[in-house]
């Protein structure tokens, strides 16, 4: 009976007090929230436009022979570095060496033709001097006959047969000059005989040195295409391909800007900010797909002259030394180059802004440390940092931690810190572009 009577007491305590309600008018007041603040800072920056590409040869050769004929053998490690003037593949020479002494042959008969033919002009002279002798003899005679037949003193016959050898003097000098014509004649064709086989020699000579074929570049060479013993052509563009070498030091970065990063640059160009990219070469930073930061400099060395109209990009490119290889063709990289000159920035981390629609705005806290909503205008990362373009100024306390918890107009408990910037994977600007050479 007890035991009923304290707990029925128990029970109506409870009740009394779950039904009580507190004096009309007053509401408990939630603690302000507990933010951390900060001022914006105040850093000279450099604003860097990223760009991806991929890295190019500088040069790229396609081997192919220049004779055709058979492989006869290998001489290079595929895969591997080779050196300019290296022996790579041998066509089997002995058809070439073969045509080789061929046209040695006939130049040495070209040229025995020409000796034949000086000996002839030589004996033609000497024919020609002995008729011009007879001649001079058979016109004194002649003379002599008139002069006695004038006078009574010889006889008709003499005077024919002085007549006779007169005509055969003539026709044995005439007969002399067409041997002299002839010899000379024959002395010219001889020598052309000899410029072409000489032609012929040359060309053999060329035939047979281009059964080894060597490597036109330093440079890495691909894998073989063709293996020994194949019948190759050669010395045409439908040429077989027996391998590819491609230099690697230095190398391009080739990339593609768009119309509105080109206009861009020309617009500082104009305004006398930076000089023409086709005056001097701009410093640029690489990074590759596994790499922190852009440790690789290089500089941009070529603008295209017009945009592609399929996808309204200008082509460009960058070269970078690549003395260790690390740098391959084909690669996939991200380069920077400075979009801007060097300006003092205000700087904010990300988890300071918010968004609201097309806005951004950060929280300012006023003197008496209520909050006040501001809408700012962002720019690019910098340093780690998101830079503020306006909306604020560099003694503002900004709320940059507990975003979630500020409201506008209601009183906060600020915790002031300061902020720092990333300076770890930060590229130095080099303001000195180097002069075209």
Known sequence: MRTILVLSVFVSTASMLGCSKPPSGERPQAPPAAVRVANPLRKEIVEWKEFTGRMEAVDFVEIRSRVSGYLHSMHFSEGQDVKKDALLFVVDPRPFQAELEKAEAALAEAKARVEQSNAQLEQATASKETASSQLRFANTEMERQLTLQNRSATSQSEVDQARNELSKAQASLESANAGIASAKGAIATSKAAIVTAEAA?????????????????????????????????????QSTLLTTIVSLDPIYFMFDASEQEVLRFQRMVLQGERRDVREVNYPVHLALADETGYPHQGYLDFVDNRFDP?????????????????????MFGKMQIANTLPYEALLLPDAAIGADQSENFVYVIDEDNTARLQVVETGPLALGLRVIRSGITA???????????????????????????DESNTVKYDSAPMEKG
């Open 310 to 330: 399929n996808t309204a990009t200008m082509t460009a490119r960058a070269m970078f030394p690549n003395a260790n290889g690390i740098l391959t063709p084909g």
């Open 395 to 421: 003694t503002d306390r900004i709320v940059v931690g507990g975003l979630q918890r500020v409201r506008p107009g209601a009183p906060v408990e600020a915790k002031t810190e300061v902020i720092t910037a």
């Open 201 to 237: 020699v040359n060309e053999a000579k060329l035939n047979l040195e281009y059964t080894n074929i060597k490597a036109p570049i330093s440079g890495r060479i691909s894998r073989r295409y063709v293996t020994e013993g194949n019948l190759i052509s050669g010395g045409s563009e």
